[in-house]
């Protein structure tokens, strides 16, 4: 709940630290983070992930979805699970892939809030 009381910047700054918020990552941290949205920098990997979304998929389904060759779909699945972003269990011939972290979806709301707010901007420039 808001008590109406508007704390000075620097105070906000300094608790957003203290409570890991913002700061203190080190070099390993941040390239592991790069290393993550590089992985999803790719309309592919993006489809990928969301048709995941909606529950664990052979990739005998995903192919028929995605113009290209079986390595080609293979070798953006391999750049997804390399970073713990999708996991596979075999299952005789047949390869299902699942979502390991599901958060990652909230990234997409993210992006889509960040478009639409680009958006509005530009129409207000604009007028």
Same mark, same amino acid.
């Given at each position: ?46 489809? +990928? *992930?969301? =048709?995941?979304?909606? /529950?664990? !998929?052979?990739?005998?389904? $995903? ?21 713990? +972003? *999708?996991? =596979?269990?075999?299952? /005789?011939? !047949?390869?299902?892939?699942? $979502? ?28």
């Amino acid at each position: 709940m808001g008590t109406g009381i508007v704390l000075p910047e620097q105070y906000c700054c300094i608790v957003a630290q203290q409570c890991g918020i913002i700061g203190g990552m080190n070099t390993e941290q941040l390239k592991a983070r790069a290393r993550v949205m590089k992985a999803l920098a790719s309309p592919v990997r993006l489809k +990928i *992930v969301d =048709e995941l979304s909606r /529950g664990e !998929r052979c990739i005998c389904e $995903l192919q028929p979805l995605f113009p290209m060759n079986k390595s080609t779909l293979s070798r953006h699945v391999t750049e997804l699970k390399n970073v713990g +972003i *999708v996991g =596979e269990r075999r299952e /005789g011939a !047949r390869i299902y892939l699942r $979502l390991l972290t599901p958060c990652v979806l909230s990234m997409f709301d993210c992006a889509m809030r960040v478009i639409r707010a680009e958006a509005k901007r530009r129409t207000s420039a604009a007028s």
